[in-house]
């Protein structure tokens, strides 16, 4: 199910976002839109293209870019044919394109057909600023979940359009109470947790935090009551 954030509907220029849980991992894929301009964003299109492209078009979205916060399978899967429908370009960090590269035995381990691969365009790196309609996101780059992974952070009242809290897409480096598994290919728990302690807590307490699976939580929550993160 699609869902809108309850301030979506708040402020009349707010932003727009929907959230989808697609594929059979249920990875939350995020369409972020600029009310004023269209132009959006899709995070983490793992599957389901179909029905993406659906709230792409109903809300006259012109999709501006396809961001993958990390190359496992399930966040993965659609970016080919998102790309092949939309003309946008796809972003990943570079330290991801082998796991990216490395497509079919994801896919085996899952039993699952592995999903086309499409060209990425453009490589994401620590501190870049992606812009799109009158937004301004920031990458940050948190390895330890896999070692490409990256989290995309607006900051309050970002630009000309109303974002009453700083928001986060954490892709699967941090959960509601828990975080990215380091057990698959790449994985590092020193990683994760250095990307946690030193990038992601070092935002503000009311930042809205949108997980790679799961329900949204802030950073204040998980400063407080994580078990990974509370110390001890
Ligand atoms: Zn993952
Ligand atoms: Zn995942």
């Not at 974002?163 to 892709?171: D, E, N, T």
Request: with cysteine; aromatic share 6%.
């Amino acid at each position: 199910m699609a869902e809108i954030l309850p301030f979506s509907d708040s402020a009349p220029q707010s932003f727009i976002h929907y959230r989808l849980p697609v594929g059979i991992l249920q990875c939350n894929c995020s369409i972020i839109g600029d009310p004023i301009t269209r132009e959006a964003i899709v995070v983490d299109p793992g599957d389901e293209v179909g029905r993406i492209l659906d709230l792409v078009g109903r809300h006259k979205l012109i999709v501006k870019a396809i961001v993958s916060t990390h190359a496992h399978i399930d966040h993965v899967g659609g970016l080919a044919k998102l790309h092949q429908y939309t003309g946008a370009p796809v972003l990943m960090h570079r330290d991801d394109l082998a796991l990216y590269q490395a497509m079919e035995m994801q896919a085996a381990f899952l039993g699952v057909p592995a999903p086309e691969i499409a060209a990425v365009d453009m490589l994401l790196k620590e501190g870049d600023s992606l812009r799109w309609g009158n937004f301004e996101a920031q990458v940050i780059h948190t390895p330890g979940h896999t070692p490409g992974s990256v989290c995309l952070y607006i900051p309050a009242d970002a630009g000309h359009v109303t974002v009453p809290k700083p928001q986060l897409w954490a892709g699967d480096t941090l959960f509601a109470g828990s975080i990215g598994r380091t057990d698959l290919w790449g994985g590092s728990m020193d990683d994760i947790l250095q990307s946690l302690k030193t990038k992601l807590m070092e935002l503000p307490d009311d930042t809205v935090v949108h997980p790679g699976h799961g329900s949204n939580t802030t950073i204040g929550e998980e400063r407080y009551s994580n078990p990974f993160l509370i110390a001890p």
